[in-house]
């Protein structure tokens, strides 16, 4: 590879990290084709920044009343639902940015409590200029909608979820 090609391919490099950053996503997979023989493949990913902390013992004192403090917490990751693993969710079919209207100022395709239909469109995904209209997967009511107007999303996140 000469050195013009390294510097364009950082370059590259660098835009998508860029493109990464500016639309909120986490992964960004592209090959680059420049002959029969040789190609760029380049996965740019984002981790989020993980806080972990370390707690000392409790002296043999304080043990007896930490039982009773971490009941709560406890029952916190319960009440916490993955709205990915609902039956009902509809998920994204591709990266894209999400709208939940035709165009503008539109009435929204969907709204919590509104009863669909399959193959109804409840929602578009914008990718590569392209419109998508995303359908109901199946009849029934919205419960939830998990996205905004206008936000990205990644390819399998939930968008809203359907009972």
């Known amino acids: 590879m000469s050195k013009q090609n390294s510097d364009a391919d950082v370059a590259f490099i660098s835009a998508l990290a860029e493109l ?4 909120d996503l986490t992964e960004l997979s592209v090959k680059r084709e ?3 023989d040789d190609s760029l493949e380049v996965r740019v990913v984002k981790q989020a920044n993980i ?8 002296a043999p004192v304080a043990y007896a009343a ?8 406890a029952a916190a990751p319960a009440a916490i639902e993955d709205p990915a693993q609902h039956p009902g969710a ?10 939940m209207a035709a165009e503008p100022g539109a009435t929204p395709f969907i709204t919590v409590g ?12 914008e990718a590569m200029k392209t419109m998508n209209h995303i359908p109901a997967p199946k009849s029934g009511t919205v419960k939830r ?3 905004d107007d206008g936000t990205p999303v990644e390819y399998g996140a939930p968008l809203l979820i359907i009972e």
């Open 90 to 99: 509809v998920t994204s079919p591709m990266v894209g940015t999400c709208y």
């Open 51 to 58: 806080v972990t902390t370390q707690v000392a013992a409790p």
């Open 114 to 125: 509104a009863t669909v239909t399959e193959g109804q469109t409840v929602l578009i995904i």
């Open 66 to 73: 930490a039982p009773a403090a971490a009941a709560p917490a």
């Open 34 to 36: 420049y002959g029969e």
């Open 145 to 147: 909608i998990l996205v």
């Open 20 to 23: 990464l950053n500016k639309n």
